[in-house]
């Protein structure tokens, strides 16, 4: 029987090879990965092989993973009854990788989940245009499609610790109210070819299906025109309805609630049309008592998953993870610190690395067993770096609620309990 030496056991980049990996890391890493791994002759222990359950319509998790999203209402109030939820979140301490299952998407609804018979549905596209037209669901995808793994992130993901922060709680709490999943659908700046969109239209009105009525302005800005686009398709299928069957927009980069869900409408203007929630909800105060509005941009974030909140681990070796992001563009590097930000080392990057998707990062550690405190620290490549909580507060106050993207410190006792702490 032939084993695998203590460094093959290591990933590495592809284009780094086995000799260059292997010499970048010290040998206490690779002595603590090699004493982690379990040694055994025979396979006597494990269960017999045997004949397992028939094919079905449908493939579901094995019993024994057992992950679920989180109905929260407002921060703090969490494992609610669904019918008092405003929203559920990812459980991004239970995932790898950097699509996010689409049933674990975070879902985000102000009236509920209506039920839309998509052969009844309709997209009118109006307003200042030569030529109005109505579209079926059918008629977009007889149109040229685009497909794009993209992040969709709510305004108040990070709210749990804008003023204090709860100890006992998870990544799941903290930060998941964040995806990434891939997208299918007709660019928008085809549909405005096709309606002759005036010159002047300098704004887009997107209407959605739902009771609440979440309609949104958005400025007709060359990267919107370029990058939005109206889907129909979520990793491969019909979205779920959740997530906006039959279609819905996507805008990269920008507010979840851009991304209009149960799309039946978009008017094109020259000026924003101020509505409800766009003026009562979805702006900012600021330290100063001014209300900030049309902050619309997701900026540059990460955070650690693997250790995270309510996480207990070893002294010896460790994997550090996370998932980093940035409305701007590409993550260009990320950066970790084990002593609480007073040192920084370089994480290795997870491929591919796409323009405004999450991606995962990752390094390895060996904690000596002291008390310590870990955080994660991105650039894009715009140069964007996510701020230390310090700067952060100093520059938004704590009046606000949305785009909290401030970096996130996790604590370490000597048990090695994870915690949720403000740096």
Known sequence: MSFKAPDDLLPRPANVSRRGFVGGLSAGVLGAVATGAAGAETLADVPDRGPGAD?????DRSRFAKIDRIPESTPGKRNIDPGDAINSKTPHQRLVGNITPTDLHYERSHSGVPDI???QHRLLIHGMVEKPLIFSVEDLKRMPSITRIVFIECTGNGWENWKKADPDITVQNTHGLVSTNEWTGVPLKFLIDLVSKDSNASWMLAEGGDGAGVDRSIPLTDEIVNEAFVAYGQNGEP???AHGFPMRLVMPGFEGNLNIKWLRRLKFGNAPWMTRWETARYTQLLADGKARQFQLRMETNSVITQPSG????????NRISGLAWSGHG???????ST?????WTQAQLSQPVLSKAQMRFQMDWVWDGKPTKIVSRSTDDHGNVQPDRQSFIAAMGTNALFHYNAQQTWSIDEAGRVRNVLA
């Not at 094919?55 to 493939?59: D, E, F, I, P, T």
């Not at 590409?330 to 970790?336: T, Y």
């Open 239 to 241: 979205l779920r309805p």
């Open 330 to 336: 590409k993550i260009a590097k990320v950066d970790i």
């Open 117 to 119: 018979d998509p052969a």
């Open 55 to 59: 094919l079905s319509a449908h493939s």
């Open 310 to 317: 309510m996480m207990q681990i070893q002294p010896g070796y």
């Open 339 to 343: 002593d609480g930000a007073k040192t």
